[in-house]
């Protein structure tokens, strides 16, 4: 199985930046797409970006106004998400996940995706 563990998160200040990591201790991650999704309290969980196995991009969730870049490290085992101008509604715990032959253009299935990792919580306050 793909064991995922995401880091980065923590207390920040509205206006503040976050990279959050989503790393395997396993083999690499470069033959997988790899989403980050989100939950806020009390609310249902979303997607938010996602990176194809060919290193391109794409972000799925309007409320995120392009402040987040995914992106692959340089060792093929890490994905980060790199988030700025955070405000109070970015406030959630954040999860990435993957599934073999997952690509990101299906993204509206991620309930079904099999591998997540303990999710990273994020709190945007002042």
């Known amino acids: 199985q793909l064991q995922l563990v995401e880091s980065g998160g923590g207390l920040v200040q509205p206006g503040g930046s976050l990279r959050l990591s989503c790393a395997t201790a396993g083999s690499t991650l470069d033959a997988y797409a790899i989403g980050w999704f989100r939950q806020a309290p009390g609310k249902e969980r979303e997607a938010v970006s996602c990176?194809?196995?060919?290193?391109?991009?794409?972000s799925f969730a309007d409320s995120v106004d392009g402040r987040f870049a995914i992106s692959r490290g340089s060792d093929l085992k890490t994905v980060y998400l790199q988030i700025i101008s955070l405000i109070p509604e970015d406030t959630a715990v954040y999860y990435c996940?993957?599934?073999?032959?997952?690509?990101?253009?299906?993204?509206?299935?991620?309930?079904?995706?099999?591998?997540w990792g303990q999710g990273t919580q994020v709190t945007v306050s002042s």
């Open positions: 996940a993957s599934d073999e032959g997952f690509s990101c253009r299906h993204y509206s299935d991620f309930h079904s995706l099999p591998y």
């Open positions: 990176i194809g196995a060919d290193g391109r991009s794409l």
